[in-house]
């Protein structure tokens, strides 16, 4: 998930406040009853950490969701049987579900392991945001009446919220100088860099030729700086100015050793590597930005370590079947 880790998982959450307690087979939501089964019922654990079905069915339904609204607006038939990479449509509904429950997960045990806990204010801030977003929604009734269609209560949401909040104490230890989350990120030999990439495409030559123009024009504009954003965002590297962390990839090792010779504000020659030909323009590093970059990484990556074991109710679930009776439930309380 890179830098939009928690961008895109705890802005779900924080949006919508909430989390649930234990529940009676009789009160279950629409989470329960569409895959039939107890909601307080462990269906995994990460590293250790035990997660009711209710939490994974949670980011089940919102990918499957996700997945039905793509399809509608591509104007395409949903299958859950169409093939992608790895399985079926529906098994990558399962993995990215269990991908966002291990990282909430992950974040919770970051939190017990380095002092995170929330204080009374943070808790107290809980209410008053609960209170906003029932306001934002026509009051309470109709907000809570949102959430169930989500498979959520008050106390559902707000657990989920509370993980943001753990986060984003979190993301502040790790700006705290000497810490030692703050050390374990080992940010000194990052830094920042915009490519400009011309793809080889199936005519290498044509694409050196094309190279060489847009480095003409570079080095004739009168104020390279001001260019250079431009004829990148005319390339073939939409990404945009990105932190690099050593060895993690981002880009090819050539590339990423001739971004380290340069200066702040200096571009690169005309780099060749497979993929094409690019020319670097190394930025001045924002030290909040980088930290911030570096711990959403640390984050993904502890959470793809993560030991998942998973339950056989967990196995024998179908990601499809789940969704029409999740659909059925809906339409059926509407």
Known sequence: MGKRIMALALAICLGLSGCAKKKEEENASL?????????????????????????????????????????????????????????????????????????????????????????EKERAALTELWEEQSAAHGGEAAYLKK?????????????????????????NLCLTGGSELSELLGTADSLTVDRILISAGEDREAARERAAEVFSRLNGAEDPEAVFPILAAEGDDAAGPRT???GDGTLPPALEEAAKALEEGQCSGILESEEGFS???????????????????????????????????????????????????REAEE
Do not use: H, N
């Open 244 to 246: 690099l962390l050593p």
């Open 147 to 171: 959430l169930a269609d989500l498979g959520l209560d008050r106390l559902r949401s707000e657990e989920l919220a509370e993980v943001g909040l753990l986060y984003a104490k979190l993301y």
């Open 31 to 119: 989470l329960g009853r569409a895959a039939e089964l107890g909601e307080e019922l462990v269906l995994l654990t990460v590293d250790g950490r035990e997660i009711p079905a209710w939490r994974y069915l949670y980011w089940l339904a919102f990918t499957c969701d996700q997945i039905r609204e793509k399809y509608k607006d591509s104007g395409l038939t949903l299958d859950w049987e169409a093939p992608v990479s790895g399985g079926s449509l529906a098994d990558y509904a399962k993995d990215q579900a269990l991908a966002d429950t291990a990282l909430y997960a992950t974040v919770e045990t970051l939190a017990e392991r380095y002092g995170c806990a929330l204080s």
């Open 279 to 329: 020319i670097l323009r190394r930025l001045a590093s924002e030290g909040e930005t980088l930290a911030g970059e570096a711990f959403d990484r640390m984050l993904q990556s502890a959470a793809e370590e993560a030991l998942i074991q998973t339950t056989p109710a967990y196995e024998s679930l179908s990601a499809a079947a789940f969704d029409r009776a999740l659909a059925e439930l």
